[in-house]
């Protein structure tokens, strides 16, 4: 799938290979993480558990009274009763990934398998050294199937196209922040393209420059369902955000280097605004 450019065909290799490297990577590595922090969250509960049990026994004595036994049963309680609400959430994830059945519970709700479980798979990933960005993408994709996995559930008749700035070829005065109408639409950046689109679908489309600038839009429009082009840092950021919005995510390229004349695969996107619209309509 080829990106569209309008800084010719040297920057079309770039994009290409740049977004072939990172269409490479899969729901494996986020996924992966999450149940080797499961299990190192196992087992560091059981050593805990065994540190009240130890502490319980040294100031109470052998053998345990009655309260005792109630505070080694009310420790033994919270710490399995948690991992089994942290673990059976992350297996109903990987298995909505996996099938792409609509597995998840419970709906509409801040997920806190992730909430707890993401800060452990980004602490180990950087302890195994890998890239930040794979991790980034791999979570961008889970995302996205899980998005794609609630279709029956997804009504976005209220639909938000959310772009970064740096899609706009860094010669341009127009400020299309204020108002994508002010967009010439003279070919030279991806902008004309996506614009186009958007006038197709009848898209309601934003760009912005920042987290800040993005929130404000989507409390603004109030979206059902949103298309976020930006990079892996931003887009991760922004989806934990607007949750229970669903957002379908798509990774920019970035042939000469962050925030500066990115581009976009012009398919990912429409595949995104196709998958919302057809949800819609079913």
């Not at 299990?39 to 026994?57: H, S």
């Not at 049963?73 to 990987?94: H, K, Q, Y």
């Not at 369902?225 to 934990?240: K, P, Y």
Request: charged residues 15%.
């Amino acid at each position: 799938m080829n990106a569209v450019r309008g800084a010719g065909g040297a920057g079309a290799v770039a994009v290409q290979t740049d977004f072939t490297w990172r269409n490479a990577w899969t729901v494996a590595p986020f996924l992966g993480f999450c149940w080797l922090g499961l299990t190192l969250a196992a087992v560091l509960g059981t050593g805990v558990f065994y540190v009240v049990l130890g502490a319980i026994v040294h100031y109470m004595g052998e053998p345990l009274s009655l309260g005792g036994w109630a505070l080694v049963r009310t420790s033994w309680f919270v710490i399995a009763f948690s991992l089994f609400v942290i673990g059976a959430g992350l297996f109903l994830i990987t298995l909505t990934v996996l099938t792409g059945r609509d597995l998840l519970y419970p709906h509409n709700r801040p997920s806190i398998t992730v909430r707890y479980l993401f800060p452990i798979a980004v602490a180990l990933a950087q302890l195994f050294r890998v890239k930040r960005d794979v991790l980034r993408v791999s979570y961008i994709k889970v995302n996205n199937a899980m998005t794609i996995a609630q279709h029956a559930r997804i009504h976005a008749r209220r639909l938000l196209v959310l772009l970064p700035h740096c899609l706009q070829v860094d010669v341009c005065n127009r400020k299309l922040t204020t108002a994508v109408t002010n967009c010439a639409r003279c070919g030279r950046c991806p902008m004309a393209a996506l614009l186009a689109m958007g006038d197709r679908y009848g898209l309601h489309i934003e760009v912005v420059n920042g987290g800040t600038l993005a929130r404000q839009r989507v409390l603004a429009f109030h979206p059902d369902g949103i298309v976020a082009v930006a990079c892996e840092r931003d887009l991760m950021l922004g989806i934990q955000d607007v949750y229970p919005i669903p957002v379908y995510g798509v990774v920019n390229d970035r042939p000469h280097g962050p925030c500066y004349n990115t581009d976009v695969d012009m398919k990912l996107v429409e595949e995104g605004v196709r998958f919302f619209r057809e949800a819609t309509a079913a």
